[in-house]
């Protein structure tokens, strides 16, 4: 294909220079261009196409609509959403604070403080899950050992079960955001601090009026990215309760894979279809903000 | 040296009060895994929080394949080992050509594509997950190793692109007219100039790449089926399946998956924080 467009381009050159035409480096971008464009077509475009060809159907909503682990789902995605993302923001924001202290032990801790980030999600997320386990699993050993009582079968409640998974989520993605936002408070200028320091600031007048205004844009933008994200965490749910007990701890990212394992494409298609009002004006609002 | 006044001793109190809990709250999922590698069965399900007898036993079953969860634990390594390389190879390739087209050449509709990409990037995987396994049935990919390789590119390079060509923004232009003065082709530019120049973006792209493959579970579970076709996560979750399933030698297994993307994530530590997260800031 480039060396195709290389030689039209050949042609459009000798026939004179006033002709609309591309220069030789153009024609290079385009030959280089050419690979992502076809990885784009092949596997996004057609794909998506696909995808929303199968869900044309209307029958498939209103089979959604009288499906409850639809609805369910719905509500736990929401729940997953504004409660665990602004939760782990908020947490992720405090610890900026606390690791940009000055101490050889807290630069040593945040070494370690990028473990999850760095180790895959699969076997901390199955290390999790054992260890809730209510028979054979620590947690439940050890309030044996010291209460004589059996522990609570934790993953067989549906509400604990999703907190769980939230705190997995949370657990693996607070260290990349704390570390982003740590970046955004060394970028805030010393001086400054050092002025309100002069005026008498207090820790938290500092923070509302120093900190805060600079950080704000970053952390409006990073709440949103991980929304979107999360939107997609597919692993903390599914390998920690497998939507159970009852599915009834799905969320839009696993619901799809369950309606695939039922046969079901078009309601797994249509559930995504469903989300799209919700993410693409997130999507949207992303892409204005990065391209620039 | 003076003595710390009683205010200091405070302000450490305070942090120590922080800096423990984080502590052990980053760290439990983790030594709960390497507690029960490290231990035998009997010990690893007594809910001891240290083995009486510690021993690598567990790995020498793992190593040796002695188990039937882990009859093919070689290949299953080697798959998601050839599959992180390929798709941090590809990446780069398919990456680094199209941000130097958008950045440095200003192909025509280099902008579009930027934006069509990022646009890739913000849907969530998961939502692309099931057309893309029809797609991949329906262009005969499924459990092919190819099918994994092309998905997981697919959603690796935007974010590549975009890093890419924020980095290349920054190159001065008059590099590139120099060269041109000089007589170099588009293509000499790119292999004398601009690649050299670019190599610490190009290796945190690589690892970014690399590690995203090796630890992705939900598309290689989708696309793969074979047990001699599976990559590592596949067959931990695989150890799912079975109620009596030996967590000491799926944990073990885990923890030998875990160690490689955390060797590497240190070790490039410098690059992937400077070069990805400089990207996220700016904003």
């Known amino acids: 294909m480039a060396t195709l467009t290389v030689a039209t ?4 050159v000798a026939r004179g220079p006033r002709a609309p035409r591309l220069t030789t480096p153009q024609v290079w971008g385009i030959a280089l261009l050419s690979p ?45 959403l504004v409660i665990g993302i602004n939760f782990k923001m908020l947490v992720a924001l405090f610890l900026s604070g606390f690791f940009i202290q000055e101490r050889r ?16 999600s699969i076997p901390t997320i199955l290390s999790v899950r054992f260890m809730f386990n209510p028979e054979w699993g620590v947690i439940n050993q050890l309030i044996f050992k010291f209460t004589g009582d059996d522990g609570p079968n934790w993953l067989n409640d549906p509400a604990v079960a999703l907190t769980m998974a939230i705190g997995v989520h949370i657990w693996k993605s607070l260290p990349f955001w704390t570390l982003i936002l740590i970046t955004g408070r060394l970028a ?11 005026d008498g600031a207090s820790g938290w007048q500092k923070f509302r009026y120093v900190t805060w205004p600079s950080m704000r844009t970053l952390y409006v933008t990073c709440t949103l990215l991980s929304m979107i994200w999360t939107l997609g965490d597919f692993n903390s749910v599914y390998l920690l309760t497998g939507g159970g007990p009852a599915d009834l701890t799905h969320v839009l990212a696993t619901l799809g894979i369950r309606y695939l394992r039922l046969d079901q494409l078009d309601l797994a298609m249509a559930a995504i279809v469903c989300a799209l009002p919700l993410v693409l004006p997130l999507v949207y609002f992303m892409m204005k903000r990065l391209s620039r | 040296m003076k003595l710390p006044s009683l205010r200091d001793v405070g302000t450490e109190a305070r942090l120590l009060l922080i800096g423990i809990p984080v502590l052990i709250w980053t760290l439990v999922p983790i030594y709960h895994m390497f507690l029960f590698a490290i231990s035998p069965k009997e010990d690893a399900f007594a809910g001891k929080l240290w083995p009486d007898h510690p021993t690598l036993h567990n790995f020498e079953i793992v190593f040796r394949q002695q188990h039937y969860f882990l009859r093919d634990f070689w290949v299953q390594f080697w798959n998601s080992v050839v599959i992180a390389v ?39 995987a998961a939502f692309l997950a099931v057309p893309m396994y029809r797609t991949m049935g329906n262009y005969g990919l499924l459990n092919s190793h190819w099918a994994l390789i ?109 160690l490689p993307p955390a060797a590497i994530y240190y070790v490039f530590k410098r690059y992937m924080v400077g070069g990805l997260t400089a990207g996220a800031v700016k904003s």
């Open chain 1, 9 to 12: 381009t050949d042609e459009t």
């Open chain 1, 36 to 80: 992502y464009i076809l990885v784009f077509i092949a596997f996004v475009v057609y794909p998506v196409g696909y995808g929303l060809w199968l869900a044309r159907h209307p029958a498939s909503y209103v089979a959604l609509y009288h499906d409850p682990i639809f609805a369910r789902a719905a509500v736990n995605t929401l729940i997953f």
């Open chain 1, 105 to 120: 032990w807290i630069k040593w801790l945040s070494v370690l403080f990028i473990l999850p980030w760095a180790v895959p």
């Open chain 1, 188 to 198: 805030i200028a010393q001086d400054l601090f050092e002025a309100a320091a002069v």
């Open chain 2, 86 to 124: 390929a798709v941090g190879a590809l990446t780069l390739l398919v990456a680094t050509t199209a941000a130097f087209a958008i950045s440095r050449l200003r192909v025509p509709g280099g902008r579009v594509a930027m934006n069509l990409a990022l646009f890739t990037y913000f849907i969530p």
């Open chain 2, 150 to 258: 092309l998905a997981m590119v697919t959603i690796a390079s935007p974010y590549a692109i975009w890093v890419l060509k924020q980095a290349s923004d920054k190159l001065p232009i008059e590099l590139d007219e120099a060269a041109i003065m000089d007589g170099a082709t588009p293509l000499q530019l790119f292999r004398l100039v601009y690649v050299p120049l670019m190599m610490p973006s190009l290796v945190a792209i690589g690892t970014y790449a690399l590690l995203l493959a090796w630890n992705e579970y939900l598309y290689a579970f989708l696309l793969l089926s074979k047990d001699t076709d599976i990559t590592l996560p596949v067959a931990l979750g695989n150890f799912l399946a079975a109620d009596d399933s030996p967590w000491e030698l799926l944990m073990t297994t885990g923890f030998i998956y875990a």
